[in-house]
């Protein structure tokens, strides 16, 4: 269902003819990546042609829900043949990717924050506590196609349009837009969702969950528990518009 289209805080748009839906954590649901993208095609398609359009999904793609692995050769696959796609980096594959560099001390971290669902996907058997602590590692690289693992490797941690800057969790209060670290961009909470100055840009952003797409002077939270709640999320933005579409 569409939500209503609102006016954006102040002059704040999109890039001029820029059509943009920023869709929120997946986590490993393909069922409602899916469902979500359909409904996009729906709305997108009701607007007429743009003379730009872009599907950014704000990092996340993995972990905690049931079909990780699909989600990742699904969306690596479309990446390859069209420029409309752009999948951010989130913190899940950033350590998904630190496992995969034989970071030891990640792996307890990710198994017990998604990891599990992600190996269970994936065909990995869950390790035993008696098992060397490399092995992990060699096993993710076996199961994980090396094209798909380099595709990882190169997620942006950011994205830009008009107004907008889009990333998976937020940026630092006081920090240039520019200057911001890759461990805020991927992991800060508290400091960003608490930030009521303004600096100059919207994030758009996913990481942190809320019952529905929170609207603020100077963000936009998309990330609505879709692993658990059933409802994965996506924001409309073009021009001064937008609007909230989600399964």
């Known amino acids: 269902m569409f939500g209503a289209t609102r006016s954006l805080p102040g002059s704040a748009a999109t ?3 820029e059509r943009i839906y920023a869709i929120g954590d997946v986590h490993g649901r393909y069922d409602l990546l899916r469902a979500l993208l359909g409904k996009i095609e729906t709305h997108t398609n009701s607007l007429g042609a743009p003379r730009s359009l872009k599907i950014i999904i704000l990092g996340d793609v993995i972990d905690r829900g049931p079909d990780s692995a699909r989600v990742l050769q699904f969306l690596s696959s479309v990446q390859r043949r069209t420029n409309r796609l752009t999948v951010l980096m989130g913190n899940h594959e950033e350590m998904l990717l630190r496992v995969l560099d034989g970071y030891i001390s990640v792996q307890r971290p990710w198994l017990s924050q998604g990891g599990l669902e992600t190996l269970e996907s994936l065909g990995v058997p869950v390790p035993a506590d008696d098992d060397p602590p490399s092995l992990l590692a060699e096993r993710l690289r076996e199961a994980l196609p090396g094209p798909t693992v380099q595709w990882l490797r190169t997620l942006p941690l950011t994205a830009r349009s008009g107004d907008y800057l889009f990333c ?6 006081g920090v240039s837009v520019k200057r911001q670290a890759r461990a805020d961009l991927l992991w800060i909470r508290d400091e960003f969702l608490d930030m009521e100055e303004w600096q100059g840009v919207v994030v758009v952003h996913g990481h942190s969950q809320s019952p529905a797409v929170e609207f603020h002077p100077n963000r936009i939270g998309v990330d ?15 021009d001064a518009k937008r609007e909230v579409i989600a399964t």
Request: glycine share 16%.
């Open 224 to 238: 609505t528990g879709a692993y658990r709640t059933g409802t994965l999320s996506a924001v409309y933005l073009e």
């Open 15 to 17: 890039a001029p003819g």
């Open 168 to 173: 998976h969790a937020g940026i630092r209060p």
